[in-house]
């Protein structure tokens, strides 16, 4: 750059953004992580060190975190450093591992997820409670939806929560979606609770031939697409504020709730086409009718268009069930290598 370069060529031979280069130009010292960085003037000795690792590997503090032996020590009139340090010392060296005979705890479990790229691929199916008149009572609405295009493929009310009847509300949807003469493989999502976990439950999805799948325990948010279901329905006008009298008002209110959701609904997720359209096909012509009108209207008065653009009326050819952020997932496996000493 004293020769006469330009700042931006030089960064890009260096492979760095003009900001990094700046900002390193500019600081006092190099933040590069494998730069080499002088020592500390408080930092802990060799020997200190040695000392940290000797104490935490005694047979008297092995099961001990390091938060006991600091404690142990200062009772001892004796302090080597603090529990982070200690922490820190024991990572480096590779001895962060849990300590004592209780188990350890389990690793994550994995996301649930699933892409649809056609209808009877992926179904999600739920359980939700709708309020009675009585106070403490509710009934029990079940659901099956399709995920590629949001369709209530079957639903129920009932009084009762139970295996028997997530089975019926099963044979239901396959019946009404002819499942039996499907050639491609059936995934049916749902959450851990006993009714859709049911030992009788997985012997009949093993029968008509589905994969079960279901969502991490004790996390809510893996059945993402049947509880914004429950949302809108709770959500609805025509959701009586004091509750339902009895089974059959509860039934005739959702019956009218699943018509319009699949019938008259247009779905933001789906371009603003209705479930049923989606799952017949429909939308394919029906979007490209709207991008041919937008096209011509653009045509006209195209002044009135920002950057000449018109809105994407493509039809959503996928739906993933809770797709991975990979930014937070190599996040986390560079957090859990470093933390088992895989990496400097």
């Known amino acids: 750059m004293q020769a006469g370069a330009r700042q931006s060529q030089c960064a890009e031979v260096l492979g760095l953004s003009t900001r990094t280069l700046r900002r390193w130009r500019t600081a006092s010292a190099d933040g590069r992580p494998g730069a080499s960085r002088p020592i500390a003037p408080n930092a802990l000795t060799a020997a200190e060190r040695t000392e940290v690792l000797r104490q935490s590997n005694l047979p008297s503090n092995a099961s001990k975190p390091p938060a006991q032996i600091v404690v142990e020590l200062a009772d001892n009139g004796q302090y080597l450093a603090s529990e982070s340090t200690f922490y820190r010392i024991l990572r480096q060296a590779g001895q962060q591992h849990h300590r004592g005979r209780a188990r350890a ?10 892409t649809a790229s056609a209808p009877n691929q992926i179904w999600c199916w739920d359980i939700t409670w709708l309020p009675s008149t009585l106070a403490g009572s509710f009934y029990k609405l079940y659901v099956i939806l399709d995920l590629f295009s949001r369709k209530i493929l079957a639903w129920e009310v009932w009084e009762h929560e139970n295996a028997e009847n997530s089975r019926t509300l099963l044979r239901r949807a396959c019946l009404a979606e ?41 996390v809510s948010n893996d059945n993402p697409h049947a509880e914004a279901f429950f949302r809108t329905g709770k959500y609805h006008p025509s959701l009586p504020p004091g509750g339902f009298a009895n089974v059959g008002k509860a039934r005739e209110w959702a019956h009218q709730l699943v018509e319009w959701y699949n ?41 009135r268009w920002i950057q000449n653009k018109t809105r994407n009326w493509e039809p959503v050819r996928s739906e993933t069930l809770n797709p991975i952020d990979h930014r937070k997932l190599e996040k986390t496996l560079k957090k859990t290598a470093s933390s088992s000493g895989q990496l400097p």
């Open 105 to 114: 705890p389990r690793p994550p479990a994995p996301k649930p997820t699933h």
């Open 178 to 218: 002819n499942i039996a003469a499907q050639q491609s493989p059936l995934i049916l999502h749902g959450d851990n609770g006993s009714p859709l976990k049911a030992g009788t439950v997985l012997a009949l999805m093993d029968q008509l031939g589905i994969t079960a799948s279901h969502s991490r325990p004790r």
């Open 263 to 303: 019938h008259n609904h247009r779905h933001s997720s789906l371009r603003f086409v209705t479930p049923q359209q989606k799952h017949s096909g429909e939308d394919i012509f029906l979007l490209a009718q709207r991008k041919q009108l937008y096209e011509a209207s653009r045509s006209e008065k195209p002044g």
